[in-house]
Every structure is written in C-alpha cells, then in structure tokens.
C-alpha cells in the first residue's frame, strides 16, 4: 500500500505537509504559523492541491472543479480580474 503523503496550506499561502520524513503522519487542522484552517484538498471534489511549490503558492480555486479553496470572496474577486 502507497503511502499517504500531501501537501497543503492555509488561506495566508503558509505551506504545510505530512506523511514525510520529519513531518506529522497526517494532515492537521489549523497553520502553525497564523492559526487559520488548512486545506489539504477541494472542499467539493477532494481533488489534492497542486504539489508544485509554484503553482500550490498561486492556486486559489481547484484544477478539476473550479472551487475555490478558502471561503474568501476578496480573494475571489481578485483572482477573477486577474483572469
């Protein structure tokens, strides 16, 4: 059996990650940096967040579904005016 491993972050794009060596064995809650919920995958479609440092640092909405992330209309609002 594969191991469980992800990457995530919270809606300040602090990155987090488990099921590494020398990282918690599972997903946690809440950033270590500024408290706020994490997201390890869409909330509609549990699709994984990207594991491209780059594009996990710019991802607001999900590839597959289009969902955003975070509950975070400013947020959304800016993404679509850059799009």
């Known amino acids: 059996m594969a ?3 992800g990457v995530g972050k ?3 794009n602090h990155v ?6 020398t990282r918690p064995e599972e997903p946690y809650p809440f950033c270590s ?3 706020k919920p994490m997201a390890w ?3 509609e479609c ?6 491209d440092a780059n594009e996990l640092m710019s ?4 590839r597959v579904c ?8 400013e947020a959304e609002n800016e993404a679509k005016s850059q799009g």
């Open 46 to 51: 549990d699709a994984p967040l990207p594991d």
């Open 33 to 35: 940096q500024c408290g």
């Open 3 to 5: 191991e469980d491993r």
């Open 41 to 43: 995958a869409c909330p």
């Open 66 to 73: 289009g969902t955003p992330y975070f509950n975070n209309p």
């Open 59 to 62: 991802a607001a909405f999900c």
């Open 10 to 12: 919270c809606e300040e």
């Open 16 to 21: 987090g990650s488990y099921g590494y060596p």
